[in-house]
């Protein structure tokens, strides 16, 4: 459904879908975004709300995948809420840092919205998370998105059979699960692949069946590596303020909000901040803050041909010998090494 006024989302009801299957699916997001059906599974947008296309694909039996590749000319949201008799557990990847998630009130206006200083650029995430969670999914201003949807219903863990006892509880799970996943080195690697080889006329099922079972692969290995602590309950509340306190870690280097600062704004202790954080990241909020700006300054130095000095003053560092000390720590390499190498 259009909105009249382009500073306000749009929102969509998409759920339950677990009943769905994929090219009722496309049919269902082509219809909330205006866009036009040009064959089974694949849709392409041309309207108020921008261009681009989404495709769909059912690789195996209960493996489903979704390729969004659009360029928004204003916000967009779907609202998504609980699939309790018909479950489908999700892998959502995006390199973009537009899509945002909300607890499934009311979703104010860029305008309204608290803001930070932006960051120029903002890694890439993936999530996982069961039909048990009610969330928005926000894509909040406008320019491109890419985006991956990965649905796996029951009959799907045949696939990835044995599985780690951790898997098997999130499988299991009677109440709300999400996990959070920095979309960089073997997983950015395979979100590539994964997005690009699945739009050629020329690529057979079989080998996005297979990228997409490495993507799970991924996740779950990793999922499994974090600390096995108990699982705090994550009502769907909560699942929106830890994302929320995430995009404020990463917004502003340089004058960076602090934990205090953020528990105030996404209205959590710091106790339970840092316990939900690091559930639903796998590390601390600091560790996440360090680990995010020492990438940018790889990216300032390697991508956009900053200095080491320049890079370091960039991402909040005022003693370059502490900067050195902790890119070598993350990445094993001298900063300047990143300036030497072709």
């Known amino acids: 459904m259009a909105n009249e006024r382009n500073d306000i989302p749009v929102e969509g009801q998409v759920s339950p879908l677990g009943h769905t299957d ?24 041309d309207s108020s709300h921008g261009s681009g296309t989404m495709q769909g694909w059912a690789l195996a039996q209960g493996i489903e995948l979704v390729r ?25 990847l995006t390199d973009s840092s537009r899509l945002i998630a909300n607890d499934g009130e009311a979703i104010p206006s860029p305008q309204s919205a608290p803001q930070s200083a932006p960051q120029k650029r903002s890694e890439g995430m993936a999530y996982l998370y069961n039909h048990h969670l009610a969330m928005n999914l926000m894509f909040e201003d406008n320019g491109p998105i890419r985006m991956l949807l990965i649905r796996l219903k029951p009959e799907a863990w045949q696939w990835l059979d044995p599985r780690p006892e951790i898997i098997n509880q999130f499988i299991d799970a009677k109440e709300p699960r999400f996990y959070g996943f920095k979309l960089q080195d073997q997983l950015a690697k395979l979100f590539s692949q994964l997005f690009h080889g699945s739009v050629e006329d020329n690529t057979p099922p079989w080998q996005s069946l297979i990228k997409t079972l490495e993507v799970c692969s991924h996740l779950f290995d990793n999922l499994q ?57 796998g590390t601390t909020p600091y560790q996440y803050f360090q680990e995010q700006r020492l990438q940018e300054a790889h990216r300032l130095i390697a991508q956009e041909q900053l200095s080491v000095m320049e890079a370091g003053y960039q991402v909040g560092y005022s003693h370059m010998g502490h900067f050195s000390q902790a890119f070598k720590k993350q990445f094993g390499y001298l900063p300047k090494a990143v300036k030497a190498s072709p």
């Open 225 to 281: 590596q974090r600390p096995q602590t108990h699982y705090a309950k994550l009502n769907t509340r909560d699942a929106h303020r830890i994302h929320q306190a995430q995009q404020l870690l990463a917004a502003d280097f340089q004058e960076p909000l602090g934990l205090a600062d953020i528990c105030k704004q996404v209205g959590l202790g710091r106790d339970k901040l840092r316990q939900l954080f690091q559930q639903v990241y």
């Open 68 to 92: 969004w590749d659009s360029n928004l000319k204003q916000p967009f949201s779907i609202q998504r809420t609980p699939e309790l008799n018909a479950p489908v557990w999700t892998i959502l």
């Open 22 to 45: 994929i090219y009722e699916l496309i049919a269902l997001l082509a219809a909330l975004s205006e866009a036009t059906l040009v064959e089974p599974g694949k849709a392409v947008i």
